[in-house]
């Protein structure tokens, strides 16, 4: 690990101008940070330590919206009984990522910037990584492993996949996500926080240099409440999702009037599957429609070498979710 | 005084271990300490053409950067491994063997660091030095090295493939016993299949370190080791020191499985490191680079061609193991001379054979090789039995044998069937209904496995010294090694069994290379061949006190024939009747204490086996000796789930029945036999060491993405031990049992995905994506 220099503010104004001055990283829970610290990819000059920043912590519910803080911790969030009760979907993709250790460190902004697990930009003796070292092309792409590689909205330079949970929640709810930089406050659409790779897989959100995560709100909708998140995963616990769905719905008899569904463990980026929503809206919710929903969801993957099982997994895991909500909405678990 | 043989005792360490007072090897930290790192090859195969080190040594605290050029006396050192797993000796061979084997396992038959030639990913090509851990891999990752590269590949061609040794009957690799063919001509069903594993890495949570101290011309080496007679006599031959100047000590190692066996290249560079530094240092190896700098399970192809007739009874059997190696060693462990032993039949053939690829040598991984072969062979035998319309079981059953196919002669115990109907009783077999697919539970699909679990005896040439005092205390001592499995608890419990004393009186200290010589802590053999040590040593306590006070003119033993006394629990009892507490006896000896060597030596073991052993080597009389077949036995049953909608398999049942002699400790051996089976539920669905193809580099070298199970992967585990009695194996009738668990878990697990599902799954692990 490359020697660096520790701010530890105690005032966002302070954290802002040690970011500004220092160019350094923001730490938060540091499971991100210090992990790619340790392992030589990435290397600042300087770390800001937000953790101080006490007013960030706290989630709470309102009438209209959920807000969380940006440190709020993963376990907390994740345990909160009245979260789990009015929109579980948020909760149930808290406590199925990660292990319970990585959940009590780590912090809500920083989980929905995590970055990718892909294994060629984890390892610097790769060479090629255009994630890493733009321009420098794409191992995975160039006959590599691609078995866990996205299958949506990735580019001829990076399939590298997004691997968080909760974005799922937040992006199929509409989420915005709330930042103080150095031009100031802005309300940013959760959608609209990450970047496609494209041509600079290197840009993966469009958060500034220095540009902190004050907050994440959700409004609350009727969808939230009967709303699930299904992950299908090689193992039961602390594994990255093969496939995973976060889904809601309203009905009004046995039509749909509102339905929410993004993809997980298959896209570059956190995924809204709108199409597949639109196939629901105003039509009966059955296992038939449900699967096509999930066939839409995935009509214009790409496979790769060894990840087409991604693609029918996660039609079923889609198809699967959509039942539980179902399920929910009318009155069931 | 209580029995302790056979109970329940738990862990004398555990107290230590908890409170953190347990010392593992890198615990030890010689005063003026320096730190290692390795820097380690970005490519495969190759030629290292340059080494910018300048930006390594500006960095503050870096106190040396060794490379090639410039580590002094190493390359001056010959005959690497020497004795060694890495040497020829090391396993006991023929001469053609000698000649074929340019290694052995574990090993790597080149010095790192001696040329400038790349032969696998992740091969060392320098060594920092520094006055932090962090500085010195903070130099290490500031290393850039420019390479030639050439063609490389990863995954082995199963087509390429050849035979070690012989090619024939003498050397045990090709082994044909009646006609193959003509077996197969008279089958009425037969199964051709072809099953695949991975490769797989140890991943102990202990990382590998090694810390070497120089006083003058005597060394000492701190390594976690699961051999520290073989560590000692591969540094000593490799120095050109005398063994007695080479100290090697490993308390405590924290899992092993067959990575911590050998002398490996980080052990040797450390060495020459902290000769040049004068000062002692010690390396700590990185997660990522410890999947490069020792062994793994090499990745493996298992044919069979079994044939069987309407009855079920087998005509033919088949079975060709091709292993992986690399490209400079023939590293072989021999998975056929297991299979062949399993059911009776009049025609088999078996073939272990090789095929290169550009890594770094493998090596033994619980259970070498059985986890692989019973794999192929145990899912075989389900396609036979469904192929024959037979239950599973009873298929098992038909053939049956109490004689060894090939060596004909009788196993010394084999409680094969008595397993399977235990664990049939336990787990509810009777419930299975045998269609495919015919079980569900709501979104889930219900399907119900078995498979045979078998593990060779192996007995090696053990020493042990036992001290008594009549103040109730005793002290054993050998080079023996708690890997985390309970041996320190056992030896105690023989000892206490034998002498009459409580189990926490009884002193036991093991893990150096000085003691006495004690076999590896691999192939299950330390129970058998140590504890047989240790309870030697106390009924020559007993002999030897016998003879004092039968010799003294007055005491209850005064005047009887010793010969005609015998200790039991810790009682001389003469066959007159007289009798004497064995500690009252002591107590009234001149010296009030007594010290002997115990020996365990077999009459099968041959002179040059008790020699490969006291070198260091493996030098074991079984399972097959010219009068028996030795080996522990068991069956488990498993019931496995798949999801309908996230195609998730999860194993919410694993049952086990396993037959292995006298058991010890039944709380640690229980431990033993349910962690077996648990890493077999990792092997069958998590564990796989993934590769890049065209740079042939190991993939998921860290342990968020290389798979095992957690907790909740870990469901109802139920292990049961059966009583059996074998007066050949040893004098404590102990087979071994730290590989048994984990042999038939796999096969169960995909015989039940495919009765939940009717997917036959021929290669490991069984995915989710194997599921869509």
Known sequence: ???????????????????????????????????????????????????????????????????????????????????????????????????????????????????????????????????????????????GETSHHAVLGGSSSCVAKYPGDWAQALIAF??????????????????????????????????????????????????LKASHYLKARDRESYAFA??????????DGDTVRDVRIALGGVATTPWRASAAEDSLKGSPLTEATAREAGRIAFAEAQELEGSAYKIKLGADVVAGALMTAKSRANGGK | MAQTINTAVTRTDAPRKVTGTATYAADFMPAGMLHGALATSSVAVGTLTGMDISKAEAEPGVLAVFTRETL????????????????????????????????????????????????????????????????????????????????????????????IGAGDDSDGMVITKGDVAEGLSVATQIVDSEYVTPFQHHNPMEMFSATAEWRG?????????????????????????SETSVRVISPFVGGAFGSKAGVTPYTMLTIAAAKAMGAPVRLIVTRPQMYTVATFRPESVQRFRIGADAAGKLTAFEHI??????????????????????????????????????????????????????????????????????????????????????ADVPFSSRSLMESYDAVADSFGWANRTPEVGSMTDGDWLVGYGCATATYPTNILASNARVRMHSTGEAYIELAAHDVGTGTYTIMAQIAAARLGLPVEACDVVMGEGDMPVAPLAGGSTTAASAGSAVHDACLKIG?????????????????????????????????????????EALASTATGQIEVIGEFRHKAMTDQMIKTTFQGGYGSAGPVTPEMAMFAFGAEMVEVRVHRWTHEIRVPRLHGAFAAGTILNRK??????????????????????????PRARFLNTNIAEYLIPVNADVREIRVEMLDERDDYVNPLGVKGIGELGIVGTAAAIANAVYHATGKRLRHLPIRTSDMV
């Open chain 1, 1 to 143: 690990m490359r020697n660096f220099t520790y701010h530890s503010p105690r005032t966002l104004a302070d954290a802002l101008d040690a970011a500004r001055e220092s160019g350094g990283d923001i730490l938060a829970g540091g499971t991100t940070v210090v992990d790619l610290m340790k392992i030589g990819v990435r290397e600042p000059a300087a770390l800001v330590d937000i953790t101080g920043l006490t007013d960030l912590e706290g989630h709470e519910i309102g009438p209209n919206s959920i807000r969380f803080g940006a440190l709020a911790r993963m376990s907390v969030v994740a345990n909160d009984q009245e979260l789990v009760a009015a929109a579980p979907v948020l909760t149930e993709s808290l406590w199925k990522a990660a292990s319970p250790q990585l959940r009590n460190v780590a912090r809500l902004g920083g989980n929905i910037l995590q970055r990718t697990r892909c294994p060629y930009f984890r390892d610097t003796a790769y060479a090629q990584c255009n994630k890493r070292e733009p321009g420098s092309g794409c191992a995975a792409l160039d006959g």
């Open chain 1, 174 to 223: 509409d989420a915005e996500v709330h930042t103080q930089g150095p031009g100031g406050r802005r309300t940013i659409l959760f959608a609209d926080l990450h970047l496609m790779p494209g041509d600079t897989p290197e840009v993966e959100t469009i958060l500034q240099q220095g540009e902190i995560v004050i907050e994440i709100t959700v409004p609350v909708v009727p969808a």
């Open chain 1, 242 to 251: 093969s496939a995973s769905a976060a889904v809601g719905i309203e009905l």
């Open chain 2, 72 to 163: 002094p006396d190493y390359k001056s050192v010959k005959g690497f491994y020497a004795g060694g797993p890495g040497s020829a000796s090391f396993w006991p061979m023929n001469e053609s063997q000698l000649r074929s084997y340019s290694a052995g396992p574990g090993s790597a038959s080149f010095w790192p660091m001696e040329d400038a030639r790349i032969r696998y990913a992740g091969q060392p090509i320098a060594y920092v030095v520094a006055e932090t851990a962090a500085a010195a891999r903070r130099g290490a990752q500031l290393i850039e090295a420019t390479y030639d590269i050439a063609e490389s590949t990863i995954a082995m061609d199963p087509a390429d493939s050849f035979v």
């Open chain 2, 217 to 241: 011309d005597r060394l000492t080496v701190w390594m976690p080791s699961q051999s520290v007679k073989t560590l000692r006599s591969g540094i000593a031959k490799a120095y050109d020191m």
């Open chain 2, 321 to 406: 193991e091709i292993s992986q190696t690399s490209q400079f060693d023939a590293v072989v462990n021999p998975g056929t001379h297991i299979t062949r032993a399993m059911y009776a039949c009049p025609n088999i053939h078996t073939e272990q054979r090789l095929s290169r690829s550009d890594t770094n040598s493998g090596g033994f991984m619980r259970a070498p090789n059985e986890m692989q072969t019973f794999f192929g062979l145990e899912s075989a035998m389900d396609e036979l039995a469904i192929k024959l319309g037979m239950d599973p079981v009873e298929l098992r059953r038909v053939n049956d044998t109490d004689r060894h196919p090939v």
């Open chain 2, 543 to 583: 002999r030897q006190i016998a003879a004092q006070v039968s010799a003294m003119s007055e005491g209850p033993l005064s005047g009887v024939d010793p010969a005609a006394i015998t200790l039991e629990n810790g009682v001389l009892k003469a066959s007159g009747g007289q009798s004497q507490p064995l500690i």
């Open chain 2, 668 to 693: 640690t051996a229980h431990s033993q036999l349910m962690g077996g089976m648990i890493w077999g539920i990792g092997s069958a669905l998590h564990e796989v060491t993934e590769i890049d193809t």
